[in-house]
Nanobody, 119 residues
Framework: QVQLVESGGGLVQAGGSLRLSCAASGRTFSGYTMAWFRQAPGKEREFVASISANSGSTSYADSVQDRFTISRDNAKNTMYLQMNRLKPEDTAVYFC????????????WGQGTQVTVSS
């Protein structure tokens, strides 16, 4: 089982940058596909980016492609989301999530970190 804790959120002006971190407990972090999701007020949770267990494969939502970069350090049991050129529409609670290899749904979720981008 994996427990996830996000950090790094905050208030930033449009055009600025933030780096989110997701710290995972448990020895099996390196075997999980990890992802970031976000949920804006009044909207459904949406996919942001994902990264495979060995960092060999990444995927991004069209809305963040070329602005956000997902990465992980399995030795530190930590995943990151570097967010550049932030826009007001990026304002949301950001969640990290994990799923075991071969499992379709994300079973493990953090509690989220707030990102607010002012115009």
């Amino acid at each position: 089982q994996v427990q996830l804790v996000e950090s790094g959120g905050g208030l930033v002006q449009a055009g600025g940058s933030l780096r989110l971190s997701c710290a995972a407990s448990g020895r099996t972090f390196s075997g999980y596909t990890m992802a970031w999701f976000r949920q804006a007020p009044g909207k459904e949770r949406e996919f942001v980016a994902s990264i495979s267990a060995n960092s060999g494969s990444t995927s991004y939502a069209d809305s963040v492609q070329d602005r956000f970069t997902i990465s992980r350090d399995n030795a530190k049991n930590t995943m990151y989301l570097q967010m550049n050129r932030l826009k007001p529409e990026d304002t949301a609670v950001y969640f990290c999530a994990g799923r075991r290899l071969g499992v379709a749904q994300y079973s493990y979720w953090g509690q989220g970190t707030q990102v607010t981008v002012s115009s």
